[in-house]
């Protein structure tokens, strides 16, 4: 099983390394860029054990990372429930740039997490070629921080 590694540089300790499996890797990806689209946006990315942000300042975060107005993607299920996703907040941002198609990986990982083992094969198919990209492009963007990171802790 392949790992990404992380470091973690602090201020007062030394880096360290931390090992990702694929679906950690992905997600620090993912919190990676809708950090960065938010901080573009001069919003504060939520963090645990933050201050709480002001009732207007959580709407401006939310409608930043997860988009406004009418949801432009929607997938209805057998059970006649309907799935949206915006493609206009940071979030809809970083799954394009992951996985290379946010309509197509929308389709796919709600099908697939939806519908479990009564997916159909290709859809299945789309998902796992889905997944294997993000993951790539997850490395290769941690890897680049990382290796950001590592040369700014080392020249001061």
């Known amino acids: 099983m392949a790992f990404a590694s992380l470091l973690l540089a602090g201020c007062t300790a030394p ?3 931390i090992e990702l499996g694929p679906e950690e890797t992905v997600k620090a990806a993912q919190q990676l860029l ?11 990315p939520p ?10 300042e ?11 107005g009418r949801a432009e993607l929607a997938l209805t299920l057998p059970s006649g429930h309907v799935v949206r996703q915006h493609t206009d907040g940071c979030l809809a941002a970083a799954q394009q740039r992951l996985y290379g ?48 990171a590592s040369r700014k802790s080392t020249h001061p």
């Open 58 to 68: 959580a709407r401006r975060i939310a409608d930043a990372l997860f988009g406004t």
């Open 34 to 44: 809708t950090d960065r689209c938010l901080t573009r946006q001069g919003l504060t």
């Open 15 to 17: 880096a360290e390394r």
């Open 101 to 148: 198609d946010q309509r197509r990986w929308f389709r796919a990982s709600t099908t697939v997490g939806n519908l479990r083992s009564a997916t159909p094969e290709a859809e299945r198919a789309v998902y796992q070629r889905l997944k294997a990209r993000a993951l790539d492009e997850s490395r290769s963007l941690l890897a680049h921080v990382t290796s950001t």
């Open 47 to 56: 963090r645990p054990g933050a201050a709480t942000p002001t009732p207007a």
